[in-house]
T-cell receptor, first 117, second 113 residues
């Protein structure tokens, strides 16, 4: 079956612009996670959803970052007034239910590479 | 601050030999540990995991060892194959109600023919 998909695969924008990154989870997966991977680092947690609600947004770096999942499936990560430091690969993952430990694994998409000039 | 550390950014090993990847953590609340493998332009894929109540978990060519007192875990791949060439991430989670993974910076493994 289809895995997690993310669009666009690459996004180049100018400092100060607004961007939206989309994630389509595996069909039927109720939990969805966003991570950010900067160059030379491992993925860093941003937010996760159980259904439509954000269960934990403690990883969002500041109020320029916001994510939604209005129908409990597709999610959009929104970044306002982008800064050069926002340049990274943004990874989305999903799981049948909340997972990340003995509850099961998170399935990752290929990521969106965001470059802020 | 980095709560999960992989101090070796790269590892080169000959095909057929053992690959040993190391990972250290600082958060004593972590009780579940995972290894993910990542190829270029793809997302990380789950490889193997271990609960803090165990000290070893084996799955085919892959074995993870956990030393809780030292806050250290390692991944052994034996025998190493060319298809194992990838970036390996160590990750950890804390508690049955914590679903966010904390990742190390990764180790790039190159298996030489």
């Amino acid at each position: 079956g289809a895995g997690v998909s993310q669009t666009p695969s690459n996004k180049v924008t100018e400092k100060g612009k607004y961007v939206e990154l989309r994630c389509d989870p595996i069909s039927g997966h109720t939990a969805l996670y966003w991570y950010r991977q900067s160059l030379g680092q491992g993925p860093e947690f941003l937010i996760y959803f159980q259904g439509t609600g954000a269960a934990d947004d403690s990883g969002l770096p500041n109020d320029r970052f916001f994510a939604v999942r209005p129908e409990g499936s597709v999610s959009t990560l929104k970044i306002q007034r982008t800064e050069r430091g926002d340049s990274a690969v943004y990874l989305c993952a999903s799981s049948p239910d909340l997972a990340g430990g003995p509850q099961g694994e998170q399935f990752f998409g290929p990521g969106t590479r965001l470059t802020v000039l | 601050d980095q709560q999960v550390k992989q101090n070796s950014p790269s590892l080169s090993v000959q095909e057929g030999r053992i690959s040993i990847l190391n990972c250290d953590y600082t958060n004593s609340m972590f009780d579940y540990f995972l290894w993910y493998k990542k190829y270029p332009a793809e997302g990380p894929t789950f490889l193997i995991s271990i609960s803090s109540i165990k000290d070893k978990n084996e799955d085919g060519r892959f074995t993870v060892f956990l030393n809780k007192s030292a806050k250290h875990l390692s991944l052994h791949i034996v025998p190493s194959q060319p298809g194992d060439s990838a970036v390996y991430f160590c990750a950890a989670s804390a508690g049955s109600n914590d679903y966010k993974l904390s990742f190390g910076a990764g180790t790039t493994v190159t298996v030489r023919a």
